[in-house]
T-cell receptor, first 111, second 115 residues
Framework: DAKTTQPPSMDCAEGRAANLPCNHS???????VYWYRQIHSQGPQYIIH?????ETNEMASLIITEDRKSSTLILPHATLRDTAVYYC????????????WGLGTSLAVNP | EAGVAQSPRYKIIEKRQSVAFWCNPI?????LYWYQQILGQGPKLLIQ????????DSQLPKDRFSAERLKGVDSTLKIQPAKLEDSAVYLC?????????????FGPGTRLTVL
């Protein structure tokens, strides 16, 4: 499975959009991009995933570049409760393929 | 819908002692995962079950760690004997099936401290 590169930390003002980048330059055509987040002292929480097209749900939007070598997770109106570590993971499509977690980006949303 | 349940939430033991963690996945979820998360790192998969069979245990230290999911529902992870480096949060997750895009749902974890 391809590796990902994320900045170790980011800051965002409350109410503003948080844009979290992820580089996955060695991604293969059959690998999805997943985003999870982990709030302090909790288990990770699924946010969103995508293959080629941009995706949006009630939590966030995922923008994947045309060459699929990078992506951006967008939290449109960040709140203090969005302070967490955000993990970008690429995963091969297919049964029983595990998630390989990196160090993630620690996002601090400031009042 | 109830989430993934884990117990205990916290455990402190001395090295060379034994410890067991319990996980009850979301009802109907066929796949269950145990992860180890050391402070400051991402989770590392220890073992993955599909129903009551092991799919992947390649990163499980089998000389001291064991896990079972006898009836394909809840699961137990055991460490015997514990070492200082086993201090970590042990996370259980479950997913509905085994498709490539299957979402994993995590429990709150058990924080283990080995003294």
């Amino acid at each position: 499975d391809a590796k990902t590169t994320q900045p170790p930390s980011m800051d965002c003002a409350e109410g503003r959009a948080a844009n979290l980048p992820c580089n996955h330059s060695t991604i293969s055509g059959n690998e999805y991009v997943y985003w999870y987040r982990q709030i302090h002292s909790q288990g990770p929480q699924y946010i969103i995933h995508g293959l080629k097209n941009n995706e949006t749900n009630e939590m966030a939007s995922l923008i994947i570049t045309e060459d699929r070598k990078s992506s951006t997770l967008i939290l449109p109106h960040a709140t203090l409760r969005d302070t967490a570590v955000y993990y970008c993971i690429v995963r091969v499509v297919g049964n029983n393929r595990k998630l390989i977690w990196g160090l993630g980006t620690s996002l601090a949303v400031n009042p | 819908e109830a989430g993934v349940a884990q117990s205990p939430r916290y455990k402190i033991i001395e090295k060379r002692q034994s410890v067991a963690f319990w996980c009850n996945p979301i009802s109907g979820h066929a796949t269950l995962y145990w992860y180890q998360q050391i402070l400051g790192q991402g989770p590392k998969l220890l073992i993955q079950f599909q129903n009551n069979g092991v799919v992947d245990d390649s990163q499980l230290p089998k000389d001291r760690f064991s896990a079972e999911r006898l009836k394909g529902v809840d699961s137990t992870l055991k460490i015997q004997p514990a070492k200082l480096e086993d201090s970590a949060v042990y996370l259980c997750a479950s997913s509905h099936g085994t498709s490539g895009t299957d979402t994993q749902y995590f429990g709150p974890g058990t924080r283990l401290t080995v003294l």
